[in-house]
């Protein structure tokens, strides 16, 4: 098989050339950046839980499908499934937000109490 010409730096200058650098484009990247690394990190916990993506339908109660989709990178993610998604696999989900040198941290950690804790840095 033939390598593609149309793929590789020449094609990422050529796609740059033609998209506006925006403040919409930016976002839209950063975006789609984000889910990719949350879709991958998903995946690799379930992975090393030892878990097939039927198994963990299996614990959640719903079909393999549902897994498979939350997996992947082409579809929305909600804060809800995300979470039943961890939770199934005994993780908890901690987000940061920052503004300028502000942190502000959101965590399920204390599952203790079952509450969602508010840290401002």
């Not at 949350?38 to 097939?52: D, F, N, S, V, Y």
């Amino acid at each position: 098989m033939k390598n593609n010409p149309h793929l590789g730096s020449d094609a990422l200058a050529f796609i740059q050339g033609i998209v506006p650098d925006t403040p919409e484009t930016r976002r839209v990247e950063q975006q789609e950046l984000f889910r990719l690394a949350l879709t991958q990190a998903m995946r690799e916990i379930r992975k090393q839980a030892g878990l097939t993506q039927e198994q963990l339908a299996e614990r959640l109660g719903v079909g393999q499908s549902w897994v498979s989709k939350l997996e992947s990178v082409n579809n929305d993610h909600t804060f809800e499934s995300i979470i039943t998604y961890l939770d199934a696999l005994g993780a908890k989900l901690e987000l940061s937000i920052i503004l300028g040198e502000e942190i502000i941290s959101v965590n399920s950690k204390d599952t203790a109490t079952g509450g969602i804790f508010f840290k401002k840095n």
